[in-house]
Antibody
Framework: QVQLQESGPGLVKPSETLSLTCTVSGGSISTYYWTWIRQPPGKGLEWIGYIYYIGRTNYNPSLRSRVTISIDTSKNQFSLRLISVTAADTAVYYC???????????????WGQGTMVTVSS | QSVLTQAPSASGTPGQRVTISCSGSTSNIGSNTVNWYQQLPGTAPKLLIYSNNQRPSGVPDRFSGSKSGTSASLAISGLQSEDEADYYCAAWDDSLNGVLFGGGTKLTVL
């Protein structure tokens, strides 16, 4: 059974960089699309972007200037980097796998448990 | 920022059938398939329906999805107390070239 686990700092200072890693276990990271999604406290879900195992990426236009998603197939990990963070970036960050059977890369069938990141000085 | 519109709340009694709706536009629901997620309190979302009406393995057939034009619906029959959760629709948007989520509907089982 494939499992995803997010890791990274729970507290980031304003204007600094948020960095998270998602480790995939129980299966290969190859062949699939992988994505990051976030959820501010008490609010809905926001798609951040995705990466294909060969490195092709696509980002939410509202975050494109600040976000980078990368992948390391040798470690079965993919990562999120968000620069110049503000309080508005405070959220639970989820990593997820895209369902290979869906016609577009927007059905997320495996999720990590999520990690809370607070932006505060 | 959601351009997929959901009612913020819905409710039903055990055994009842409830429907949650999601309204979009020609660039998202009108052109692409719709997915539904269930988020139980304090947990990560779970894929409930993909490609408008397909259930992943393990999802009970009490849950069903449909789409018509630029709107989609999630139906839950034989409502149970454990169905109390937030439900989100999602779809690919051709203008955004990315994924849109609805604002979510909080389902209360009375």
């Amino acid at each position: 059974q494939v499992q995803l686990q997010e890791s990274g700092p729970g507290l980031v200072k304003p204007s600094e960089t948020l960095s998270l890693t998602c480790t995939v276990s129980g299966g290969s990271i190859s062949t699939y699309y992988w994505t990051w999604i976030r959820q501010p406290p008490g609010k809905g879900l926001e798609w951040i972007g995705y990466i294909y195992y060969i490195g092709r990426t696509n980002y939410n236009p509202s975050l494109r200037s600040r976000v980078t998603i990368s992948i390391d197939t040798s470690k079965n990990q993919f990562s999120l980097r968000l620069i110049s963070v503000t309080a508005a970036d405070t959220a639970v960050y989820y990593c997820a796998r895209v369902n290979i059977a869906a016609p577009t890369p927007d059905a997320f069938d495996m999720w990590g448990q999520g990690t809370m990141v607070t932006v505060s000085s | 920022q959601s351009v997929l519109t959901q009612a913020p709340s819905a409710s039903g009694t055990p055994g009842q059938r409830v429907t949650i709706s999601c309204s979009g536009s020609t660039s998202n629901i009108g052109s692409n398939t719709v997915n539904w997620y269930q988020q139980l309190p304090g947990t990560a979302p779970k894929l409930l329906i993909y490609s408008n009406n397909q259930r992943p393995s393990g999802v009970p057939d009490r849950f069903s999805g449909s789409k018509s034009g630029t709107s989609a619906s999630l139906a839950i029959s034989g409502l149970q107390s454990e169905d109390e959760a937030d439900y989100y629709c999602a779809a690919w948007d051709d203008s955004l070239n990315g994924v849109l989520f609805g604002g979510g509907t909080k389902l209360t089982v009375l």
